[in-house]
């Protein structure tokens, strides 16, 4: 994947940050949104429905991605519902963690329920 859309929930300047990163690494961000929210608490206390629009929305049809740089952002469980709503992998700071994790210490990671990367990157 080379194009990639960024849902952040972080402010404008911090989600800026992460995307210049990202460029730094040959990856192309072809749209930023960020929901600036300043802290870690008021982003766990987003209910389920809300994660999901927040991230949906911030999707973009040129991106093969979709980007969600938040470990404090609770995506886990809905990252298959988010996937299918848009058609295109999701890739969360907290997946992406726990799959590298894994990888890092020889076991396979694959799991049915935590999104495209979790499947050997089938959908």
Known sequence: ???VAVA???PDDVAALFV???GRGGIDVVSMSAADIDTAAEVGQLPPEQ???LVVDRDHPDADALLVPDTAMRTLALIDDIEARIGKPVLTANQVTVWEGLRLAGVSPVAGRLGTLFRGGRR
């Open 8 to 10: 952040a929930s972080y």
């Open 51 to 53: 994660v999901v629009a």
């Open 1 to 3: 994947m080379r194009k």
């Open 20 to 22: 210049e990163f990202l």
